[in-house]
């Protein structure tokens, strides 16, 4: 299944949007990882160039956490689907709510596409705020408490019987300089896939 033909089917008119034009085997897929928001080029997405500018903060973080992999394929086949909340590039610094409810439609059809997941990783806190009007659309409540990262990471929280595990934006190169936010994320990328193994 390509994620971008399914995914396009949801606009009647030509979109600015960036979706992951990558073939993959939904059934196999067991954790989804979602980044903030695409970048503005899309070969440096993850499914992008080889040496694509969102893999070379990926890989380090994976291997970190004893996951041997080498591209965002070796990934895919661990059964571990990466995607972004917010499918346009930034124009600004900082993501707007409005930018997230646009993009919403296509985050939740993304997700349904998967039917064996068991662990969402929301990587930084645009993740965290879709994730949350999703629930709440859904729900009537938050999936995500809105308190720090670092306190929730060991909360164990559930939606819909899949572990969500709330961590830190996974691509720029400030993960890179900010150590203690690598070893968090890296951390938590090793709790996901202990999780995932255990099913």
Do not use: W
């Not at 995914?7 to 073939?23: A, G, I, K, Q």
């Not at 300089?177 to 994320?185: G, L, T």
């Amino acid at each position: 299944m390509n994620i971008e033909e399914q995914l396009r089917r949801l606009s009647e008119r030509e979109t600015d949007m960036h979706f992951n034009n990558v073939e993959v085997n939904p059934e196999i897929i067991r954790a989804i990882m979602i980044n903030e928001v695409v970048p503005s080029c899309s070969e440096d997405d993850f499914y992008g160039k080889p040496d694509a500018a969102y893999m070379s903060t990926t890989i380090p973080l994976f291997r970190k956490a004893g996951i041997e992999v080498n591209s965002a394929l070796d990934i895919l086949n661990k059964g571990i689907y990466i995607t972004n909340a917010v499918k346009m590039p930034k124009t600004e610094y900082a993501v707007s709510k409005e930018n997230i409810e646009e993009n919403l439609p296509y985050l939740e059809r993304e997700l349904a596409l998967f039917p064996n997941v068991r662990v969402i990783m929301l990587m930084g806190d645009v993740a965290k705020k879709a994730f949350n009007m999703i629930s709440k659309k859904a729900t009537g409540k938050n999936a995500v408490p809105s308190i720090s990262t670092y306190k929730l990471r060991n909360t164990e929280i559930l939606y819909n019987g899949i572990r969500i595990l709330p961590s830190y934006i996974m691509t720029g190169q400030n993960i890179l300089i900010e150590k203690s936010k690598f070893e968090m994320a890296s951390e938590d990328i090793a709790t996901m896939y202990r999780l995932i193994k255990e099913y």
